[in-house]
């Protein structure tokens, strides 16, 4: 594990490690925040990072520069973090003894080691099962409950989502690094489960607190986690706010948001999810036909 750098190695084993991308697979930076919302809940301790010089081509995934306090300029590199919780002693009843999260950035090079460097230290650590964190965007409107899917090959796991009514996505074709490390993690005799948040296309502020509020519940309720989602569920709520207030000053947008609407409640059976690039396009198409007939179909 040379491209491994450990801070500190926890004496104890964990049974679940928590995993979260940025970049494709985490659309309205969901996933990564909700993540981050829990460590600092659990006021999780780093542990190891992963050294991005092998597995990024920095012309594409840049580093960002930045001032210190003191006026010097730093570079700060795509990171790839390990954090440890532990629950204090004595454990409250029904509650998690602890968990691995790992919150990175979809590299771009060495898929295979960097998904082995994962699971290695997953195994090292004791894990059973590695819990996959994703979102991605959907015709779905935001007027209705967030669209969960997810999968597991833990059976327990599945239970949980399926009583959950949280069904499995039936796509195919272009994938992230998180299907390759569940492919490793699945070899390597570890469980995998993942868990999607549906995020409605049309929507580009980041984070979407609402995404946010939904996984956080869900994960910690299945994974017994400790976690006060109050500052969450309040920022998800201002969200929502915010959402409804730019909508109704949109009129083309807040017709669009309808027709979804008739099609999301008559729909009763699973679709794939469509292509990001061909939503966006539905939206734009519509928008400028709208634009056309309210200007009585000129140009």
Not at 116 to 121: G, P, Y
Not at 167 to 179: C, H, L
Not at 197 to 210: C, F, I, K, M
Request: negative net charge; proline residues 5%.
């Amino acid at each position: 594990m040379s491209n491994l750098i450990i801070h500190q190695k926890p004496e104890t084993k964990f049974d679940h490690l928590i995993v979260a991308f940025a970049g494709w697979p985490d659309a309205g930076e969901s996933a990564t925040s909700t993540i981050k919302y829990m460590l600092r809940q659990l006021e999780a301790t780093k542990i190891a990072e992963i050294d991005p010089e092998e597995f990024y081509d920095f012309s594409q995934e840049r580093p960002r520069s930045y001032r210190t306090r003191d006026g010097r300029r730093r570079v700060r590199w795509p990171a790839n973090e390990f954090y440890s919780w532990q629950a204090p002693r004595p454990l409250a009843e029904g509650t998690s003894k602890g968990a691995l999260f790992f919150i990175g950035v979809e590299p771009n090079l060495k898929w295979r080691t960097f998904s082995e460097t994962i699971a290695n230290l997953a195994l090292d650590l004791g894990v059973k099962t590695v819990v996959h964190l994703g979102a991605l965007l959907d015709a779905v409107p935001h007027t209705r409950q967030v669209k969960l899917t997810g999968s597991s090959t833990q059976p327990l796991f599945q239970e949980a989502l399926q009583s959950s009514n949280i069904g499995s996505s039936n796509y195919q074709g272009p994938t992230g690094i998180s299907t390759a490390v569940m492919e490793t993690c699945t070899r390597k005799g570890m469980s995998y489960a993942s868990l999607w948040g549906h995020t409605s296309h049309y929507l580009q502020a980041a984070p979407n607190y609402r995404v946010c509020h939904t996984l956080a519940e869900h994960i910690s309720r299945m994974l017994k986690l400790p976690v006060d989602l109050a500052e969450l569920r309040s920022a998800a709520e201002n969200f929502d706010k915010e959402v409804v207030q730019a909508i109704d000053k949109d009129e083309q947008l807040a017709n669009y948001v309808r027709k979804l609407e008739d099609r999301y409640d008559e729909s009763q059976i699973e679709t794939p999810m469509p292509e990001p690039a061909d939503v966006v396009m539905e939206l734009e198409q519509f928008l400028r036909s709208e634009q056309r007939r309210n200007m009585g179909g000129a140009g």
